[in-house]
């Protein structure tokens, strides 16, 4: 299971609902338990265990139903600008943990203000606007693991 298949699981898990799943394969033991509250996983655990000769594919989708996805959402952003990661690195929404977020949906943003910070290789690289608008939805969950060229935040220009 590579690291792209676990943050898929864990964002699915978020918006499922439910509490808590546990996933066990040959390689790789996770748990991920959420708040009732819908909000981002508390804790989430990976434990690698010795590669065996054999790899083994868990199962993923009868550990939780997938709930219908609305098609039509895509067509409703296609209005919206995508800012993107420009960088692999752990997305935060302030600059330090006893500071304010940069920005929250419906701020009012500007080309070049600051939206988040990306830390890569403990660099922590500031990622601007690069067109005013408001922000209308936020992609990411704080400290989360971004890729390239992932979608961050959908920012409305009008």
Known sequence: MDLKE???????????GVAEVKLETG????????TLEG?????????Q???QQTMQAAPVAPVVAAPAAPVASSDDNSKFITIKSPMIGTFYRKPSPDKPV?????????????????????????????VSGKIVKILVDDM?????????FLVDPS
């Open 6 to 16: 676990i943050q898929n699981l864990i964002k699915f898990v978020s918006n499922s």
């Open 39 to 47: 909000n981002s996983p508390d804790i989430t655990y990976v434990q």
């Open 49 to 51: 265990a010795p590669m």
């Open 144 to 152: 989360s693991p971004v890729e390239f060229d992932q979608p961050l």
């Open 27 to 34: 390689e790789v033991k996770i748990t991920i338990r959420t």
């Open 102 to 130: 940069f920005v929250e949906v419906g701020s009012s943003i500007g080309k070049g203000d600051v939206l988040c910070v990306v830390e890569a290789m403990k660099l922590f690289n500031e990622i601007e606007a690069e």
